[in-house]
T-cell receptor
Framework: DQQVKQNSPSLSVQEGRISILNCDYTNSMFDYFLWYKKYPAEGPTFLISISSIKDKNEDGRFTVFLNKSAKHLSLHIVPSQPGDSAVYFCAVKKFPTLTGKLIFGQGTTLQVKP | GAGVSQSPSNKVTEKGKDVELRCDPISGHTALYWYRQSLGQGLEFLIYFQGNSAPDKSGLPSDRFSAERTGGSVSTLTIQRTQQEDSAVYLC???????????????FGPGTRLTVL
């Protein structure tokens, strides 16, 4: 049973435009949300996170939005650049947690065209 | 500085053989995690080590899978009697702490791609 879902396996965007990646979760007990970025043959790298007490967190070109009532998370990249082309995973944690384990979505492959 | 390293980067084995995958975490990180990514799937949690505490093995898919962490540093994931469905990329991550700490970023290694023929 998939607790974290990324329903779009891929997304193609023109350079300079906005990329919007979406993620849905099922458990309202999740209270910390993260986005990871993964290039081929590399491990995922942390991008941005948000806790459940906020609805928006911004870091440069990257903004994460959290809609708790809809159990929906999104990542906005503006403006998109070709170097942003990668697989993006959303991940969640439940706090308090005895472990830091993350629950990941399936990933969305973003292609930014020059 | 050195990140998380994993070896081998690729492993091809025959069904029924045992394999060992190694992870060297970032120095000073007390928490270590193993995940795997099967084709078309997200990362699936396998096991977690934190200091001297008993590991969280709740994600191990079967008793053919085991892991140990010696001296609080290097970890080895062992898969016995490998099956074709074990084929995946096995990723290791480490972080400072992990117990109840929201902001402990997990740093991932490049992974080991395991192919079971």
């Amino acid at each position: 049973d998939q607790q974290v879902k990324q329903n779009s396996p891929s997304l193609s965007v023109q350079e300079g435009r906005i990329s919007i990646l979406n993620c849905d979760y099922t458990n309202s007990m999740f209270d910390y949300f993260l986005w990871y970025k993964k290039y081929p043959a590399e491990g995922p790298t942390f991008l941005i996170s948000i806790s459940s007490i906020k609805d928006k967190n911004e870091d440069g070109r990257f903004t994460v939005f959290l809609n708790k009532s809809a159990k929906h998370l999104s990542l906005h990249i503006v403006p998109s650049q070709p170097g942003d082309s990668a697989v993006y995973f959303c991940a969640v944690k439940k706090f308090p947690t005895l472990t830091g384990k993350l629950i990941f979505g399936q990933g969305t492959t973003l292609q930014v065209k020059p | 500085g050195a990140g998380v390293s994993q070896s081998p980067s690729n492993k091809v084995t025959e069904k029924g053989k045992d394999v060992e995958l190694r992870c060297d975490p970032i120095s000073g990180h007390t928490a270590l995690y193993w995940y795997r990514q099967s084709l078309g799937q997200g990362l699936e949690f396998l096991i977690y080590f934190q200091g001297n505490s008993a590991p969280d093995k709740s994600g191990l898919p079967s008793d053919r899978f085991s892991a140990e962490r010696t001296g609080g540093s290097v970890s080895t994931l062992t898969i016995q009697r490998t099956q074709q469905e074990d084929s995946a990329v096995y990723l290791c991550a480490s972080s400072f702490g992990g117990r109840g700490d929201l902001n402990n970023e997990q740093f991932f290694g490049p992974g080991t791609r395991l192919t079971v023929l």
